[in-house]
């Protein structure tokens, strides 16, 4: 079969559901996403420490980058001269690309927004830049992005609810103008996103206001902004339910595993987060029972792995003191060795909750990993 024939139409299958968790694959041209699903972040085209082919190892079937920072360097133009982002880095499967609204905002002072988009600096040379739902858009063609997301506000927290619902409504605003300026191509698809800040009915209006749209999945913005987790899960009650059951839902910037796990446990399916790669170059390393800092002193003279259980070099080859050795030297080969062992972790853990979900057993499962993260790290006696 040619490949032109081969591509799939983007969609997603839900296939069963234990209470609220979802068993489902999103099909794209460019692969399928086996969800729940967590996607290592390569901001710049290049998730930190790893190469793709590592990177897929882990069993990461999508990753993704960052409009803001592609646009700047070294621009949409390059990059789709390259042959896009998933042909310049050699990354095989699909790539979602952040709008670089959240980035934008973040700049505090070095912007200005409006009705039409935002104008801000760049962080690098100071330059001025505009960056509207239409040319987001626009970039993320040029990148070759298999799902492209709104260009949208993230609400600040807090806010009080007159301040998130001038914001959300601005997000549907441009969420229409983002949706009008998408070129549809087979395979490939476009997220709207839900804004509301911590305000229920606010959740509820933006939902209803996307559907009229009409999307190819839907994200949950404005959530993981500091807010904690126990008001994070209540506002996730509150809105998966009025989300569509046969489109993906992609909680955005989430993050520690505790929180994915809650988050699957009310609806949700995509996940992305910037924690195990940015805690594998600090030292810290993910595991059945919880935190593991390779810096502290006591793991010096450790021959244990990290995890037992784990399949990943830095588990399988090496120990412990060996790791707190590599640290210790500042040496590439450790923050390389960690944050491969925290992505891995990271994709076992989606891995096992998808097997959880399938055999209906997802409560128990919920139930055995909060056991263990407390159960904590044993020093060796």
């Known amino acids: 079969m040619s490949e032109k024939n081969s591509i799939k139409k983007f969609s997603y299958e839900l296939i069963t559901q234990d209470q609220e968790a979802r068993l489902g694959v999103v099909h794209t041209g460019c692969g399928r996403i086996d969800t729940p699903a967590f996607m290592p972040v390569g901001t710049v085209a290049s998730v930190k420490g790893m190469m793709p082919e590592a990177v897929a190892q882990t069993g990461a079937q999508i990753i993704l980058s960052n409009t803001y920072h592609l646009m700047l360097r070294p621009g949409p133009d390059r990059v789709a001269k390259l042959g896009g982002v998933r042909a310049m880095m050699n990354w095989k499967g699909p790539l979602l690309t952040d709008s670089g609204g959240f980035q934008v905002m973040s700049l505090g002072p070095l912007r200005k927004l409006d009705e039409n988009g935002v104008t801000f600096k760049s962080h690098i040379d100071g330059s001025r830049h505009l960056l509207t739902p239409e040319i987001s858009t626009q970039i993320q063609h040029k990148l070759d992005t298999t799902i492209t997301m709104a260009f949208d506000e993230c609400t600040p927290y807090p806010a009080t609810k007159s301040q998130a619902a001038q914001s959300m409504e601005l997000s549907m605003r441009w969420a229409a103008r983002s949706r009008s300026a998408f070129i549809d191509r087979q395979g490939y698809g476009q997220f709207g996103i839900v804004q509301g800040s911590i305000y229920p009915d ?3 209006q933006s939902i209803e206001q996307l559907q009229e749209i009409g999307f190819e999945g839907y994200a949950i913005g404005g959530l993981a902004v500091g807010e904690g987790q126990e008001l994070m899960f209540k506002i996730l009650n509150a809105t998966t339910s009025h989300m569509p059951q046969n489109k993906p839902r992609y909680l955005m910037g989430v993050g520690k595993p505790s929180d994915i796990v809650g988050a699957v446990s009310r609806g949700v399916d995509m996940f992305d987060c910037v924690l195990p790669t940015r805690s594998g170059r600090t030292g810290q390393a993910f595991t059945r029972f919880g935190t593991v800092n390779i810096k502290n002193a006591r793991h010096a003279d450790d021959l244990r792995s990290l995890d037992e259980a784990c399949l990943c070099p830095a588990c399988t ?7 707190h050795h590599l640290f210790k030297a500042e040496e590439i080969q450790g923050l390389t060795l960690l944050t491969w062992h925290n992505l891995t972790y990271y994709q076992e853990l989606m891995h096992l909750i998808r097997n959880a979900i399938k ?19 044993i020093p060796l006696l």
Do not use: H, I, P
């Open 202 to 204: 606010l959740r509820l």
């Open 317 to 323: 080859n090496y120990s412990r003191g060996y790791l």
């Open 359 to 377: 055999e209906g057993r997802f409560t128990k499962f919920v139930s055995n990993f909060y056991q263990e993260q407390a159960q904590g790290d």
